[in-house]
């Protein structure tokens, strides 16, 4: 079996892993406790109740797909379902930025929601390259 050019198994393995290992207990909570989450939605976002259901559910189903070793146009499928969810949820994680900061403690602080801004293209690019949808910045250029 050939390893395409910026594949590394092992690696796409454990951060396949890790992925899954944040995504399950995130979407655990957006069902079980969605308070926190309805909290920092967006006004402009229609139905926030059913939305944040339907998220933990994506993270649910995202990250079981992504794990899983025998279907590999299904891990591509949760890679990119993954990718649009980091992108999609980035305006909640914003406006969750904003409403801490214009807290009076300041909430949780810019030490806490720069690197989460920051956070959220990498996780958008480890869902890629660990599905198999992206080689880059590993592969070589042809």
């Not at 198994?9 to 992925?19: E, F, T, V």
């Not at 146009?73 to 406006?95: E, F, Q």
């Not at 009076?104 to 920051?118: A, I, N, Q, T, W």
Request: glycine fraction near 10%; charge should be positive; aromatic fraction near 10%.
């Amino acid at each position: 079996m050939t390893i395409p050019p910026g594949r590394h198994p092992r690696a796409a393995l454990a951060l396949r892993l890790s992925l899954g290992a944040l995504y399950l207990p995130a979407g655990v909570l957006h069902l079980a406790l969605p308070g926190p989450f309805l909290g920092i939605t967006p006004g402009w976002v229609p139905m926030p109740k059913l939305v944040i259901a339907l998220t933990g559910l994506a993270e649910l189903a995202g990250a079981a797909a992504l794990v899983q070793p025998f279907n590999a146009p299904l891990r591509r499928a949760a890679a990119w379902g993954l990718a649009a969810y980091a992108l999609c949820v980035w305006p909640a994680n914003v406006n969750h930025m904003l409403i801490d900061l214009a807290r009076p403690d300041r909430g949780l602080g810019l030490g806490y929601h720069v690197p989460r801004m920051f956070a959220q293209p990498l996780l958008i690019w480890a869902a890629l390259w660990a599905g198999g949808i992206t080689g880059w910045p590993f592969a070589r250029r042809r």
